[in-house]
C-alpha cells in the first residue's frame, strides 16, 4: 500500500525533470557566464511557476471539480407511544433524550474527478447538532466515496461497472425504501430503441456484515420514455435475506433467529410516472408518480419461527403504497421545487434500517420483534 508520505517525494522527483526542461526552453531564461549553462535560473523558474501557478488535471486529460455547501436546519417531530410523548422529555424520563425541535449546522464537501471512460467521486458531510450544551462538533459521516469506468461506450448501448460507498437511493428509486448505505460492486446497462425508450438495468451486490458474509443483492430495470411519452416504468427487488446465523458466539438459537427477524425482507416495488413540461407553468417539470411494494418471504407469526414461547399471530403485514406529484427541479440558483405524496406501509415491508419514508418516528429505540431496534433485549 502506497501512503501519502511516499507520494510526496514521488511527486517532486517526477516534476523536477518536467520543470527544468520547461525552463531550458523558456526564453526568459538568462544564464550567468561563471555558472554551469546547464544548471536552471531560479528567478526565471519562480517567474514561471507564479504566471502558470500549476498543471491543470484537465490538461492532463480530466476533469477535477470541488464543490460544498453550508446550511442550518430546523427540525421539528412530535411522536407518542401508547398516548405518551416520546421527544422533548428531560434527560433520563423514561430513557427519552430526542428533542422534539432540533437544529443542525451542515457542511458537505463534493469531490468529483472524470476522464473519458473513467470518474470518482467523494462526498465528506459534517453534521452537528447545535447548542451550547447540546452542541456536537465531531459528527463526520464518509458519506460517498466510489470509483467507475465505461466498458462498453456504443451510441445507443452502454455499459458501466462502478464500486465504492454512497446511499442506495442515489442508485435505485424509492420514496419509502433505500435508505441504507450501499458499499458494493454496481453494474449499469442502457440501450435506447427509437420507438420503446430507453430501456435500463442495474444490477448490484452489496455488504452487510463482513464478519458473517452476510451480503445483499438487489437490481433495477425500468424503461424511460415510453414510446416517446413522458411514461416511465420501473422494477425493483432488493434482498436482505441470508439463512443462518448473525450474532457472534454464545448466543442462542432463539437469540439467533430473532435478530435474523431484521433481514427476513425480499422486497418488491413496481414504480409507474407520468412527466411533461406544461407552457402555463413555465415548462416546469410536473410529475405524477405511485408505487406499490411487496415483502415476499414476510412470515404470518414470526416470533413463532423464532421459536419464541406463547407468541401471538402477527400477520404478514407486507404490503405498501405511495403515491404524489413533484412540480420543478432544483439544478441552478434560482430554481424551486415541490414534492407532495402520500404513503401507506405495513410493518413488515421494508427493514426498519432501510426506511427511507416518514416511518413510526421511534425515538425510544425499540425493535419491532425485539426490545431494541438492533435485534437485542428478546423478544417482544
Not at 501512503?3 to 526552453?25: E, T
Not at 446550511?71 to 430526542?98: L, M
Not at 438495468?201 to 456484515?209: R, T, V
Request: aromatic share 12%; hydrophobic share 40%.
Amino acid at each position: 500500500m502506497i501512503k501519502l508520505k511516499h507520494l510526496v517525494p514521488f511527486f517532486l522527483l517526477a516534476v523536477q525533470p518536467l520543470l527544468a526542461q520547461v525552463v531550458a526552453q523558456s526564453p526568459d531564461v538568462q544564464f550567468d557566464d561563471k555558472k554551469d549553462p546547464d544548471s536552471q535560473d531560479m528567478d526565471a523558474l519562480r517567474r514561471w511557476l507564479r504566471d502558470k501557478r500549476m498543471v491543470t488535471i484537465k490538461e492532463i486529460g480530466g476533469d477535477l471539480s470541488l464543490s460544498g455547501e453550508v446550511r442550518t436546519e430546523f427540525q421539528a417531530q412530535n411522536e407518542k407511544r401508547n398516548g405518551v410523548q416520546q421527544r422533548g422529555t428531560p434527560v433520563g424520563a423514561a430513557g427519552v433524550i430526542k428533542p422534539m425541535y432540533a437544529w443542525d449546522v451542515e457542511v458537505n464537501v463534493m469531490i468529483d474527478y472524470r476522464t473519458d471512460r473513467t470518474w470518482a467521486a467523494i462526498k465528506l458531510e459534517f453534521d452537528n447538532d447545535m447548542g451550547i450544551r447540546s452542541g456536537t462538533v465531531n459528527k463526520i459521516k464518509l458519506e460517498k466515496a466510489y470509483l467507475g469506468g465505461r466498458f462498453i461506450p456504443g451510441d445507443t448501448f452502454t455499459l458501466d461497472g462502478e464500486i465504492g460507498r454512497r446511499n442506495l437511493y442515489n442508485v435505485f428509486d424509492s420514496k419509502v425504501e433505500f435508505a441504507s448505505l450501499f458499499d458494493g460492486l454496481l453494474f449499469r446497462f442502457s440501450k435506447a430503441f427509437d420507438s420503446i425508450g430507453e430501456m435500463y438495468c442495474n444490477l448490484a451486490a452489496f455488504l452487510i456484515n463482513d464478519q458473517t458474509n452476510h451480503y445483499g443483492l438487489v437490481t433495477e430495470i425500468g424503461a424511460l420514455g415510453v414510446a416517446n411519452t413522458g411514461l416511465n416504468l420501473k422494477y425493483s427487488l432488493i434482498d436482505w435475506y441470508r439463512p443462518g446465523s448473525e450474532t457472534g458466539h454464545g448466543t442462542t438459537n432463539v437469540e439467533n433467529q430473532l435478530a435474523m427477524l431484521r433481514f427476513r425482507f425480499l422486497v418488491s416495488q413496481f414504480l409507474m410516472s407520468y412527466q411533461f413540461y406544461p407552457e402555463w407553468i413555465g415548462k416546469k417539470l410536473i410529475k405524477f408518480y405511485a408505487a406499490g411494494l411487496m415483502n415476499h418471504i414476510a412470515l404470518n407469526n414470526p416470533l413463532q419461527h423464532a421459536h419464541v414461547p406463547n407468541a401471538q399471530a402477527f400477520g404478514r403485514q407486507n404490503l405498501g403504497c405511495y403515491a404524489g406529484v413533484s412540480i420543478g427541479l432544483v439544478k441552478k440558483q434560482g430554481d424551486w421545487a415541490v414534492d407532495a405524496n402520500y404513503q401507506w406501509v405495513q410493518a413488515q415491508v421494508i427493514p426498519s434500517f432501510d426506511l427511507l419514508g416518514i416511518g413510526r418516528g421511534n425515538a425510544a429505540g425499540a425493535g419491532l420483534y425485539t426490545a431494541n431496534d438492533d435485534g437485542s433485549g428478546g423478544a417482544t
